[in-house]
């Protein structure tokens, strides 16, 4: 016999909204320390109220992201928000067209492919190093730091094309995108976008200038030639399932979706590590370590990867705490229990690795900072699902490879080439579609050489 879903109780008209509203990530993480795995949050008076149910177990994230996919589809009122502000590409696809739309771009991602881009990776990186000799101070803001090298690895290797002048807008529409998903999301009455209410018109702007940028990137492509095994190659040859060329709409989704998830992930995953690296000298001395016994003083390759360990549980470590998709959403098709709770078929189900990676019945100390339960060993002990940051299932992240690939060739290079100090010891975050910094996080570098 199924459990009632137990919640908080929130305010009487409003339910949970302005929590959920202010700091999701944390009314989750709370719940789950005083309500258990699976609670039930309300928003809005009765009547209109909205639900949505939070699963924060190891066990009941693989239900929901990698059980049976006719159980739980990618789609509800946050993926809805979500693609009516960035189009109907791979993130936000459903069914046959998702499947189209993954097949057609798979070929970019193949491990042998991903691989290639090594290169670009390591150039693009060491050209970033560079620049820093001139920094005022030797200090950096690694956020931005880190959002300008992965956008301009994504822009030549998804696009062939130079994304400098793509960098302010990014960072000044996504934002504005990101809060109002989130916010119309959780609110029990949605007003039409057609309203020109102010939230309508700044999302409607950041929108316009989103799809002005990709028109600008296909335009360049296109003038340049449509040839080649890139992204706008593979487009530009692609068919739709009536054997027609992709229009111009769906290319555009797609570049979209690509510039957007292509660097916000990796740009997380590589400033949180710096940072914490900064805060942690005896790690990070760990790491050059290993660094500089793997490199000597050449330049890292895909083939290094493996040999680089405790590097890339640094990076694993990072991504536990500051998981660049805190929070990920499905509709249940049907009934379903998670931990002896029902859910009723078309609730809201959300998971989240913000929780579920703080979750103590996984992590000790879950809080601290400690690449150390990234061995192996430890690894192995854990559920499949006690670490989940580029999703699971069916729907998992397409570009973990690339991600992995980029942030740990990064990592090394910059590792080999400075220590660094962190000026800023907390930053602030905030949540959209993805978990951002609010402010900067600097970081003071002081010139080393390879040690032997």
């Known amino acids: ?19 959920l509203r202010r700091d999701l990530m944390n009314t989750f993480l709370r719940a789950q320390r005083e309500h258990g795995d699976v609670v039930r949050f309300t ?15 190891a066990d009941g994230a693989q239900q929901v992201l990698g059980g049976d996919p006719g159980r739980f589809r990618k789609d509800n009122v946050f993926y809805n928000e979500v693609r009516e502000c960035v189009g109907n590409g791979l993130l936000t696809s ?14 970019l991602f193949t491990r042998r492919q991903v691989d290639r ?4 990776m390591c150039e693009e990186t060491q050209a970033t190093i560079d620049r820093w000799r001139a920094a005022p101070n030797r200090t950096i803001d690694v956020i931005d730091e880190m959002t300008r090298l992965t956008l301009r690895v994504v822009g030549r290797v998804l696009f062939g094309a130079d994304v400098d002048a793509a960098v302010d807008v990014v960072r000044r529409s996504f934002p504005v995108i990101g809060e109002y998903t989130l916010r119309r999301g959780n609110a029990p009455v949605r007003v039409p976008r057609q309203w020109p209410t102010p939230a309508n018109r700044r999302a409607a702007a950041a929108q316009q200038e989103l799809y002005a940028l990709c028109d600008q990137i296909i335009a360049a492509r296109q003038a340049a030639g449509a040839g080649g095994d890139d992204l706008l190659g593979l487009l530009a040859r692609a068919t739709g399932p009536d054997g027609d060329s992709l229009d111009p709409a769906e290319i555009r989704d797609q570049v979209l979706v690509f510039l957007l998830a292509g660097y916000e992930t990796t740009a997380t995953s590589l400033a949180f590590a710096l940072h914490l690296l900064a805060r942690h000298p005896e790690t990070r001395e760990r790491a050059q370590a290993e660094i500089d016994a793997v490199l000597g003083g050449r330049m890292p390759e895909a083939a290094d990867l493996d040999a680089l360990p405790y590097t890339t549980m640094v990076l694993k470590e990072a991504m536990r705490l500051y998981p660049a998709a805190p929070v990920i959403g499905r ?22 690795p913000w929780v579920t990676h703080r979750h103590p019945a996984y992590w000790e100390e879950p809080e601290r900072f400690d690449p150390e339960r990234f061995t192996p060993e430890r690894e192995a002990a854990r559920p499949r699902y006690a670490w989940f940051p580029f999703g699971g299932g069916p729907r998992a992240c397409i570009g973990r490879h690339f991600s992995m690939l980029e942030s740990v060739l990064a990592l090394a290079m910059v590792l080999r080439t400075y220590d660094l100090d962190a000026v800023d010891t907390a930053v602030p975050l905030e949540q959209g579609i993805t978990l951002r910094a609010k402010g900067p996080a600097r970081c003071r570098l002081t010139a080393r050489q390879p040690r032997p």
């Open 331 to 352: 509709m249940a098709v049907t009934d379903v229990e998670i931990g002896g709770h029902r859910i009723p078929s078309g609730a809201n189900v959300l998971v989240s």
């Open 1 to 19: 016999m199924s459990m009632p879903v137990p919640g908080p109780a929130g305010l009487p008209l409003l339910g949970s909204v302005l929590d």
């Open 43 to 57: 928003a809005g008076p009765p009547g209109l109220r909205a639900v949505l149910y939070g699963v924060f177990s």
């Open 94 to 107: 459903q069914d046959a067209d998702y499947l189209r739309q993954r097949r057609l771009v798979q070929p």
């Open 117 to 120: 881009y090594a290169t670009v």
